[in-house]
Nanobody, 122 residues
Framework: QVQLVESGGGLVQAGGSLRLSCAASGSIFSINAMGWYRQAPGKQREFVAS????????YYTDSVKGRFTISRDNVKNTVYLQMNSLKPEDTAVYYC???????????????WGQGTQVTVSS
């Protein structure tokens, strides 16, 4: 089992920045990829970004490319999502996820955090 705990959400004005953190614990050795998803009110959960636990290769959805950066700290067992140039449409609950599979495949995440709210005001 893998436990994931997100932090760092909050309220920010459009154009601002936030950094989300996701601390992983438990059977870390079983993880190959970690990702971030988000779910806005009335919408389905969507993929945001992912990272390979070993190589740190990354994968982003088009709408966040150039604005968001995913990174990981293997010593702290933590994944980060640095979000810059935030827009009101980025408002959502952001979830951290982990899986054994490839980072470049959006689906198949087995472990999920509880989510953290990000609200971007216009």
């Amino acid at each position: 089992q893998v436990q994931l705990v997100e932090s760092g959400g909050g309220l920010v004005q459009a154009g601002g920045s936030l950094r989300l953190s996701c601390a992983a614990s438990g059977s870390i050795f079983s993880i190959n990829a970690m990702g971030w998803y988000r779910q806005a009110p009335g919408k389905q959960r969507e993929f945001v970004a992912s990272i390979s636990w070993s190589s740190a290769n990354t994968y982003y959805t088009d709408s966040v490319k150039g604005r968001f950066t995913i990174s990981r700290d293997n010593v702290k067992n933590t994944v980060y999502l640095q979000m810059n140039s935030l827009k009101p449409e980025d408002t959502a609950v952001y979830y951290c996820a982990a899986k054994r599979g490839a980072y470049y495949v959006k689906e198949g995440y087995r472990y999920w955090g509880q989510g953290t709210q990000v609200t971007v005001s216009s």
